[in-house]
């Protein structure tokens, strides 16, 4: 148990501290950020993705997904076009900055504590969700990411596996990419009617092309009574041109409570 987690007054003050020693490093560390914006595409598109604006979750307001939408359009136009050169590095917080409402961010669905809230810049992890996603098919190298500690929703209308989203919160905790390759990439974001649309695009083609999968799904009810939620994710590297499969790569093992009706509770 950390200092914070007995003494609760404390979780404050270390937000503050640790925010701090963030912004520092943005500017001492000598990292070179992700900034480049040019006005046309990298001519390669190396992986696309696509996810619903509105889900069906129970308990849930419609209204925080409906504003949800407007949180996404403001962050998706800032990660938009960036390219991420040789040696760069590409941090979601910096791009894309406060979600506050000096800059125009509404009151959205957001987490906390695995129960879904109205927050002020509510829905912009779904941005962070399709990034990581994005950044999996790629060999860009993830320095940093967080998970949600719980498991809110069951999988109606779910794309992506479970275990590959991302907790963002402004400046405290990070999407981050290292980019260790001689390629370019490039992010392209944008809100449609009914999606969230995300590209990555390069300035060459890759030799190799990457899928991502879930695998060892289970639930299982501990001696506390809740029941967890875990999974393995596994990325394939196959030859882009033979498909022979290169390599295996387990990425992470996820476990998280489960906060709606799992299958267990069902049987």
Avoid at 85 to 108: A, D, H, L, M, Q
Avoid at 159 to 166: A, D, M
Wanted: proline share 5%; hydrophobic share 40%.
């Amino acid at each position: 148990m950390t200092p914070s987690q007995r003494h609760p007054w404390l979780k404050p003050v270390a937000v503050l501290a640790h925010r701090g020693r963030r912004r520092v490093r943005w500017l001492t560390s000598g990292t070179a950020w992700a900034s480049y914006r040019p006005v046309g595409d990298l001519p390669v598109r190396v992986h696309r993705h696509a996810s619903p604006l509105l889900r069906q979750l129970e308990g849930v307001d419609l209204a925080l997904q409906h504003n949800k939408v407007v949180n996404l359009r403001l962050a998706s136009a800032r990660t938009d076009r960036l390219v991420i050169r040789p040696g760069e590095t590409f941090s979601f917080n910096k791009v894309v900055g406060s979600c506050s409402r000096r800059r125009g961010y509404i009151e959205g669905l957001r987490l906390s504590d695995g129960t879904a809230v109205p927050g002020v810049g509510g829905g912009v992890c779904q941005l962070a969700n399709l990034l990581h996603w994005m950044f999996l098919h790629s060999p860009l190298t993830v320095v940093e990411r967080s998970e949600h500690s719980f498991d809110p929703f069951p999988d109606n209308g779910r794309v992506l596996p479970w275990g590959v989203g991302c907790t963002i919160v402004y400046n405290y905790v990070d999407l981050v990419v290292r980019n260790d390759t001689a390629t370019a990439f490039q992010l392209r974001t944008w809100v449609g009617d009914r999606h969230l649309h995300g590209e990555l695009r390069a300035d060459r083609v890759l030799p190799v092309r990457y899928s991502v999968e879930a695998r060892e799904e289970r639930f299982e009810q501990g001696a506390d009574g809740l029941v967890r939620r875990t999974n393995e994710i596994w990325r394939t590297v196959h030859d882009r041109r033979t498909g022979v499969v290169l390599a295996e790569e387990l990425v992470r093992r996820n476990r998280a409570v489960v906060r709606y009706a799992s299958p267990l509770a069902e049987t």
